[in-house]
């Protein structure tokens, strides 16, 4: 397991970042095959939804299922694809391993998700912020290069105005209320943004915690509107890899210039 992790990680230009299978002459980010296994969302119906301003997640049949309640303030969220298979192997190599050629198609396929008006009367672009000391153990934001590459397709500009005030525990080791409890008070911004819809963009979804605390920062900040755009989300109690943690400090090898 461990092998196959390293082997996708750092996998060449050449190879699917899905199943790691040599692509020839293509440079696309995946297989046939894997492409054929992946479907987006939209397809489905479930790209759009509107997730619970309390506690992050999905309102769904006029209720939020975490915090019981009928009423409450919501934001509209959209995600282009299910977090797993091809496209989990897919986040991982661009999160954990630099492989930028996945930030131009994932945002495609965002602004493919983008359906409904929803980018209508949107102002600016808000890459989820990352922790100066994280940021520099990593060596880069990712919700950075993919708020810039969707910027290039929609023409929307991006704004770096709202940022991570306290260095966290990573949010992968946490559930429920403790996620909840680690990032209350972790974001602000930093200018007011006097009326301006402001779309958050990250790379994924899961609880929806960080979606909503960006929110709460941001509408404290005279933002009239948040929206949250990923490219993929995570359904709840999803089995996830624990023992993945490419964040300890290691230097990772970057096989491919960055653009932005």
């Excluded at 680690?182 to 602000?188: D, E, P, S, T």
């Excluded at 290691?250 to 210039?257: A, D, H, N, P, R």
Aim: net charge positive; charged share 25%.
């Amino acid at each position: 397991m461990l092998t196959a992790l390293k082997e996708l990680l750092f996998s060449p230009r050449g190879n699917c970042l899905g199943c790691l299978s040599p692509l020839g002459a293509d440079t696309g980010c995946f297989c046939a095959d894997c492409y054929a296994s992946i479907a987006p969302l939209l397809v489905s119906g479930e790209a759009e939804s509107e997730i619970c301003l309390n506690c992050g997640e999905e309102y769904v049949g006029g209720v939020c299922r975490v915090c019981k309640k009928h009423r409450v303030d919501t934001i509209r969220a959209v995600a282009a694809y299910e977090y797993e298979g091809a496209i989990r192997n897919l986040v991982h190599s661009f999160k954990f391993g630099g492989v930028w050629r996945a930030s131009r198609w994932m945002a495609e396929e965002m602004m493919k998700a983008c359906q409904g008006g929803f980018l209508d009367g949107v102002n600016v672009l808000i890459p989820v912020p990352m922790h100066r000391m994280r940021r520099l153990m990593r060596g880069f934001n990712q919700s950075g290069k993919l708020a810039r590459a969707f910027s290039l397709i929609s023409g929307i500009s991006v704004d770096t105005s709202l940022t991570r005030v306290r260095n966290t525990t990573q949010q992968v080791r946490l559930s429920g209320e403790k996620r909840r409890q680690n990032l209350k008070n972790a974001f602000r911004a930093e200018r007011s943004f006097d009326g301006e819809t402001v779309l958050l963009v990250d790379d994924v979804r899961t609880t929806g915690t960080t979606a909503v605390e960006c929110a709460k920062a941001l509408l404290s900040a005279n933002a009239a509107e948040v929206r949250v755009l990923t490219f993929a989300k995570a359904t709840p109690n999803r089995s996830q890899n624990k023992k993945y943690r490419p964040d300890r400090g290691t230097k990772l090898i970057k096989y491919e210039k960055d653009p932005f």
